[in-house]
C-alpha cells in the first residue's frame, strides 16, 4: 500500500476526530461527480497532484470515507464477504459482481451502494487499500495483468469471507 493512500486516510481519520463539518461536506460530495463539488477542495486537492485518475479516486474515497468511517484491516472485498455470511442474501453477491464488472463510468454508484450496506452493519474495511484499488481501476491505461490480479484478489477476500468461522479460529 502506498505512504500516498495512508497519509491521505489518516488526514481523513483527524477529520473524523476534530472536524465533524469537513465530514459533512464531503459527505455531500457523494451528491456530485468525484472532484467537481468545490466545497470539497480544501479537504482533498492538497493530495491530487497532476494525475487525473488518481485525484478521482481521492475524492470518491473521500465521500465513501466520510459516509462510513470505519477503519479495520479487513478488505473491502473480505467485508463486503462478511456481510453477505452475515445476511445470507444472494443479492449481495449480485451487487459484488457487479461491482467487479463495473468501469470507471459507473463504479462510484457501485461502491455507495456497498458502502451504505457495509455501514447498515457496522462493517470496516481498509481504506489505504481501496485507495490504492480504485486508483488502478481509474486508469485510463490499466495494465491488464495487473487489473486481472486486482479482481481475482477482489473475488478470493470476498468468497474467503463467505467460510464460517470455525471456533478453533476464533479463539
Known sequence: MSEHAKKFIAH?????????????????SLAFD???????FP??????????HRRLALYAVAGLFARHPAQA???FATAFGELMRRRDSASIEQRFIALLRADAENVFEYLK???SLLAT?????????????????LNPN??????????????CDFYRALQPVSETEKN
Open 34 to 40: 468525484p472532484g467537481t463539488y468545490p466545497q470539497a
Open 142 to 155: 490499466p495494465n491488464l495483468h495487473e487489473q486481472r490480479d486486482r479482481l481475482r484478489r477482489w473475488a
Open 73 to 75: 484491516s479487513a478488505s
Open 113 to 115: 451502494q456497498a458502502i
Open 43 to 52: 479537504y482533498v486537492e492538497r493530495f491530487a497532484g497532476a494525475d487525473a
Open 121 to 137: 452493519d457496522g462493517l470496516g474495511f481498509n481504506y489505504v487499500q481501496l485507495l490504492d484499488d480504485l486508483s488502478r481501476w
Open 12 to 28: 481523513l481519520q483527524q477529520l473524523k476526530e476534530r472536524d465533524r463539518g469537513a465530514l459533512a461536506t464531503l459527505r455531500h
